[in-house]
Each structure stands twice: as C-alpha cells, then as structure tokens.
C-alpha cells in the first residue's frame, strides 16, 4: 500500500502513534509527523477524496517551487540601439535601468557584462 496513504490511515483511522505508525511503515518519527502537519497546512483531510491517488497527495503536499526571480532583465536590443545616439553611455543607461527597476536591477559591472555578452552574440553582429 502507499506510504503515505497508509500513514494517514493509521492516524486516523487507527489511531496510533507517530512512533507506532514510522515501525509500522518503515519510516522515521520525523517523517510521519512531517507528513501529518504538511497535511494540515495544505488543508487535506481524511478520509481522502475518492480517486486520490498517491501521486495526487505528494503534489499536493509537496508543491514544485518555482525559482524566485532575482534581476529584472534589460532589454539589451533598446541599449544597443541607445547607444548609437551621440553622449549616451553604458553607464548612464544603466542609471536609468536602476532607476526603473530598482532593487531589481544588476549592479554596473553585471549590467555590462550581460550586455558585452549580448552584443556579441546577437544575429545582426554575424553579418557585420
């Protein structure tokens, strides 16, 4: 049977202990208690819908997380084209990046990094 089915169903329906259910599942105190509480959290009860599968409860207990993103990414293409106008620099576009994007934003030397690197593997640089 399930792991985590059967723990739930020995909690619930049996009654047992933390201790009794990780003997009799093969599993440690601290797993089935971790179990049990993420349950709480998700707000899964028992019994258990009809058709819960175990696939179905571990997606629900354990979500997939998603990265944070960090930086906001420059739109390199509208720097490249900025930077063909007379007095604009690199530096002063990334003081306006900054300042629109704000803690969001790479630091200067990460800013010209990504952009070196961008200019010189855009397409358009191929046929030059």
Known sequence: MPTIIEVFR???????????????????????????????????????????????????????KTPPVRFSAPDFFQVHQALKRKGVTLQLLWAEYVEAHGDKAHRCSQFCHHYRAHRDWSPGRLLE
């Not at 208690?33 to 899964?44: C, E, F, H, W």
């Open 10 to 64: 020995l909690k619930y329906d049996a009654g047992l202990s933390h201790e009794k259910i990780a003997r009799a599942c093969g599993l440690s105190k601290g797993v089935v208690s971790k179990y049990v509480s993420l349950a709480q959290v998700a707000g899964i009860t028992w019994p258990l819908p009809d058709g819960t599968d175990e696939t179905a409860l571990e997606a629900r207990l354990f979500p997939a």
